[in-house]
């Protein structure tokens, strides 16, 4: 069955640097793209970046373009999302999803707290 | 980037009270809609995906219509289980995804 797993939250100082990974299985990697969603505590859904399935289109938030970076590895099942500069703001659960029509898998989410 | 407004942003219902929630795009994005619930602490799950396609295993008491900048997602009657929160999101795919700010429903 389709498992998606992030891995790489935890707490960070602001102005540091962070890199959330996102382990996939299950189906066939190559052929989806996958979004990084967030969430604030008691906030709504953000979205924050896509990338496509081949690695070929990247899409991000205005709220993080020129801090994050997505990646994608497809001979190792993995997306990365590299956060720089990071400030409360980017306190959240981050979510990966598989990204087709809609995303229909999640993973559990990774917490990133930026706190002094 | 095309910007989703989601509207109410609480809505107060009972259980068998048919439940309509709209979200309008800023510019027309076809019918690349998808429709999510969330529970607290849960990840969101899609109901429905390509502005009106029920997702697999959800009840038919969903449903979604519309297409270019006007949509609905409709709970014909609502049970216990559909206490949550709503959210759109436009998922065109050469620009960024983005969703609604979602609408949670509440028993009244």
């Known amino acids: 069955q389709v498992h998606l797993v992030e891995s790489g939250g935890g707490v960070v100082q602001p102005g540091k640097s962070l890199r959330l990974s996102c382990a996939a299985s299950g189906f066939t990697f190559s052929n989806y793209g996958i979004q990084w969603v967030r969430q604030a505590p008691g906030k709504g859904l953000e979205w924050v970046a896509i990338i496509w399935y081949d690695g070929s289109n990247k899409y991000y938030a205005d709220s993080v373009k020129g801090r994050f970076t997505i990646s994608r590895d497809n001979s190792k099942n993995m997306v990365y999302l590299q956060m720089n500069s990071l400030s409360a703001e980017d306190t959240a659960v981050y979510y990966c999803?598989?990204?087709?029509?809609?995303?229909?898998?999640w993973g559990q989410g990774t917490l990133v707290t930026v706190s002094s | 980037d095309i910007q989703m407004t989601q509207s109410p942003s609480t809505l107060s219902a009972s259980v068998g009270d048919r439940v309509t929630i709209t979200c309008r795009a800023s510019?027309?994005?076809?019918?690349?809609l998808a429709w999510y619930q969330q529970k607290p602490g849960k990840a969101p799950k899609l109901l429905i995906y390509?502005?009106?396609s029920l997702q697999g295993g959800v009840p038919s008491r969903f449903s979604g219509s519309g297409s270019g900048t006007d949509f609905t997602l409709t709970i014909s009657s609502l049970q216990p289980d559909d206490f949550a929160t709503y959210y759109c999101q436009q998922y065109n795919s050469y620009s960024p995804w983005t969703f609604g700010q979602g609408t949670k429903v509440e028993i009244k």
């Open positions: 510019q027309s994005i076809s019918s690349w």
């Open positions: 390509r502005a009106s």
């Open positions: 999803a598989r990204a087709g029509s809609g995303s229909d898998y």
